[in-house]
């Protein structure tokens, strides 16, 4: 496992953590408690994932990276609602680009090592 693909996968289980905190960050307003109870949820999922492809199971790239994809979806809105603070949409572009940038470090590296292998 590449230093890289270490990183990534080290962040994208920071997002995960984040995304379990999510409903203890909120006041209702700005991000629904339901938006983020079902991130909550996604984060415990992408947790899971990144624990088993650390360990060594491949497989669970594919449902991280889509989990993590998914999760970053649901940040999209507070960069286009007006109303949304300066600060959260500073926050929600950084977790949209950090969650770009680790899914596709992790993708690139598997394959790299499915071609070394």
Do not use: K
């Amino acid at each position: 496992m590449s230093n890289p693909y270490r990183i990534a996968l080290v962040t994208l289980g920071l997002l995960s953590l984040v995304d379990i905190a999510s409903p203890l960050m909120t006041d209702g307003d700005y991000y629904p408690m339901a938006v983020a109870l079902v991130c909550s949820a996604i984060g415990v999922a992408s947790l899971v994932c990144v624990i088993l492809v650390w360990r060594g199971a491949t497989r669970a790239v594919l449902p991280l990276v889509t989990l993590r994809l998914v999760s970053a979806v649901t940040a999209v809105p507070a960069l286009i609602v007006a109303e949304v603070p300066g600060g959260i949409r500073a926050f929600a572009a950084i977790f949209v680009l950090m969650t770009l940038v680790a899914c596709a470090t992790v993708v690139g590296d598997r394959d790299r090592q499915r071609v070394a292998a």
